[in-house]
């Protein structure tokens, strides 16, 4: 059985740790604030963005643009995986390592070679252990980053697909749901165009046209389909980029809230049972001291 | 008045400008020239230029704002613009524009210079800073056009912004 002093010390212990997680929680809550408003401000553009291209994608002819076709000439797959820099977040990263692991499998099966583009320290700290191919890494750029850097990744992820370096490019981030619901996201980023049931989760459909009693449009495309195709496939591309990171960052920040939620509640339940056991413990000194007395008034007695 | 109506929504990255606003028409400057699309208008998608976008909302009234490019998408019942960046007009700021024209055909004339250096053009001299500035960063000499018109595009607004039909 502990000392008094020993239950004391470490009840001072945890309520400090709790006061960490406590304060730890209000950051995330702050962060997630202002990239959950730029995450969903910037979600309604880039569906629709990703909606109009699809529009102009069907109605050109299929070798409009290269990046729209399938490359042949390689057998390596890239996939690029976002998770976060700093820890502390629950399972936000195992989760997405998980599914990587069973994605680079999966490619395996059929015969590619996976090789990964990692952002966040996590993630490359996880597969610098693994046998794996990293094409690349990005650290320390979760914490700010903006729509420039975004550009210069899908550039650099253009000029190697269209270099025939790889077979197909994929996009693996967290996306946000809700508060306490985060879906791990597998997205095929080049070629464009129809996905194949390769994905094995395919985007959700593009909100509010498909259905809904609409027939199948016929547009009037000025300048020519392919011309505004091309102008526009870059553009598209960095979108999907930015926003796969501005999903996994508010997801990010979101599951560390949550994380460090749990842990103060779990703080609070340590300090009760650590208080009750102190307090026994002072109950049974107590008590054992008087018994010490009342035997020695006792024994005087006689 | 029951005149026909339909639904103007303006995205950009950074907000939604206008969400599904009942109007009576809309006019911009596309990529191969003005158009103006009324309800029931035949789908039609294309790029915009920087400049304004004129639509008259359900009072009839007209409004301006100023868009720096982006494209369109016209549906019988909607139109959708995404725009790189919108703003009012009275939100425009000329002075800054002015600036910024200047440091993007600045930074134009430089990535010409270095283009014509690389093609082995002996005439060119370039300055001692700008040899310096060489190392350090790329110029995008298509990316600095499309800033400058953008930024001249955005002065003209500003400057003609009383001309433009708008509410006060």
């Known amino acids: ?302 | 008045m029951c005149a026909k109506l339909f639904k103007l929504t303006v995205v950009t990255p950074d907000k939604c400008f206008f969400k599904d606003l009942p109007v009576l028409s809309v006019g911009a400057f596309g990529s191969e020239g003005y158009f103006t699309a009324l309800p029931g208008h035949i789908p039609f998608l294309t790029d915009l230029k920087p400049g304004p976008v004129t639509y008259k909302d359900a009072e009839n009234v007209v409004d301006t704002f100023f868009v720096s490019g982006g494209f369109v998408e016209v549906l019988p019942e909607e139109v959708t613009i995404l725009a790189d960046a919108a703003e009012k007009l009275h939100d425009l700021d000329a002075e800054r524009a002015e600036k910024n024209l200047i440091k993007h055909q600045e930074r134009l004339a430089e990535g010409r210079k270095r283009a014509r250096l690389q093609e082995g053009d002996k005439t060119v001299k370039l300055t001692p800073e700008e040899e310096a500035r060489i190392q350090r960063d790329k110029i995008d000499i298509v990316a600095e056009e499309a800033k400058v018109i953008r930024e001249m595009a955005r002065i003209k607004a500003a400057r003609n912004r009383n001309k433009y039909p708008h509410k006060h």
């Open chain 1, 1 to 302: 059985m502990a000392s008094l002093k020993d239950i004391k010390r470490h009840i001072v212990a945890v309520k400090q740790t709790q006061k960490l997680t406590r304060a730890m929680n209000m950051v995330a809550a702050a962060k997630l604030r202002s990239t959950q408003n730029r995450t969903e401000r910037f979600r309604y553009y880039a569906e629709e963005h990703a909606r109009l291209i699809q529009e102009i994608a069907d109605r050109s002819p299929p070798d409009a643009c290269s990046l729209l076709l399938p490359s042949e000439s390689s057998r390596k797959v890239l996939i690029l995986g976002i998770t976060s820099d700093r820890g502390l977040c629950g399972s936000f990263n195992t989760n997405l390592c998980s599914h990587l692991d069973r994605q680079i499998v999966a490619q395996r099966k059929d015969g590619y070679e996976p090789e990964l583009f990692l952002i966040g320290r996590k993630g490359r700290d996880y597969y610098n252990r693994r046998k794996v191919k990293i094409y690349s890494d990005l650290v320390g750029v979760t914490g700010s980053f903006d729509y420039v850097l975004a550009q210069k990744i899908a550039e650099a992820l253009i000029e190697e697909y269209m270099a025939g370096n790889y077979r197909e490019i994929y996009v693996m981030y967290t996306l946000f749901k809700s508060l306490s619901r985060f879906e791990v996201t597998f997205e095929r980023f080049l070629p464009l165009g129809q996905e194949e049931e390769t994905a094995p989760k395919a985007k959700s459909p593009a909100p509010g046209h498909d259905g809904s009693g609409k027939v199948d449009q016929d547009y009037v495309i000025e300048p020519k389909a392919d011309v505004l195709l091309t102008r526009l496939i870059p553009r598209s591309l960095s979108i999907m980029i930015y926003r796969a990171m501005l999903e996994s960052v508010t997801s990010e920040n979101a599951a560390r809230m949550q994380a460090m939620d749990n842990a103060s509640k779990s703080c609070k339940d340590i300090i009760e049972s650590l208080t009750m056991a102190y307090n026994k413990a002072r109950q049974a000194a107590v008590t054992s001291e008087l018994l010490d007395i009342v035997n020695g008034a006792e024994a005087l007695k006689d």
